[in-house]
C-alpha cells in the first residue's frame, strides 16, 4: 500500500513509525478479529487436529486488493526485464534497482551484476558489489554492454540511503554510466516524471524535457514508455513536443527510457 506522496502528513507519520492505513485496518479489523476468533473455536469444539498456538493477528489484508498489477514498478520491471531477455547482452549491471522485484526478475534467465550504496547481507545467485556511483570505481570503465537503473537515479544526493548530500549527485551517476557502458551498449532507465522539483529527501521528479536534454549528450533514445499517475503503462509513447512539454500529462509518473550509447 502506497500512501500519496503529496500527502506531507501522512509521511511524517510514516517517519516516526504510524502507518495510518494500518491503525484505520485495526480500527476497523478488532472487532471482527474478535468475532471470527470465537466462532472458529467454536467450530473446533474438542477436535484435536489443530490446537491454537500463540496469536498473529492480520488486519489489514482484508480490505486491500488482491495483489497490485499496476504502479510504477510493476510495470517497468515486466517491461525492462523483456527487453534485456530480447536484447541477451554479454555483461548486464544494475545500478540500485529493486532487488526483490527487477533484479529477481533478470536472475531468473541470466547472470547479473549489482552495485548499490547500501550493503547486501543475503546469499543468492547474484553478483552484488557495496559502491557508491557518485565515485565511480575505475575497474568499471567500459566494463559493461548493458546497464539498467530503474527508480533509483533521482535519490542520489538526497541522504535517503546514507549517500552523501550532493545537488548533482543524479548528473555525476548519469556520468559515470555513461562511463561504465560500451559504445553501442544499452542503457535501461527510470525516473519519476513531472513537474521538475526536489521532494526531499524521498526523492527527485524530472520533466521529460529536461532529461531528454541531458541523455542527448552521450545517447541515441531507442523508445521511451511510461506510467501515468492512474498506474498504466503506455508503451512507445509519442515524443511530440506537446507530450514532452506537459511530461505527458504526469505529475508523479515514471519515464522508461531504452538508450544506446553513441
Known sequence: MRISGNNVFNRYMLAIGINLFYFKTFVLGLRGYIRDKKDLKRQKGTNTDFPFGKSFPIFSDKFDAA????????????????????????KHLDIGSRIDGFVAHIAVFREIDVIDIRPQHSKVNINFRQADLMKLPEDM?????SISSLHAIEHFGLGRYGDPID?????????NITRILTIGGKFYFSVPIGKQRIEFNGHRVFSVEFLLNILDKGYVLESFSYVDDAGDLHENAEMTKYNITNNFGCNYGCGIFELTKK
Open 67 to 90: 495483489g497490485i498489477m499496476s504502479g510504477h514498478y510493476f510495470w517497468q520491471d515486466l517491461h525492462v526485464a523483456q527487453k534485456i531477455f530480447e536484447n541477451n547482452p554479454k
Open 141 to 145: 570503465i567500459g566494463a559493461y554492454d
Open 167 to 175: 545537488y548533482y549527485g543524479y548528473a555525476k551517476a548519469l556520468d
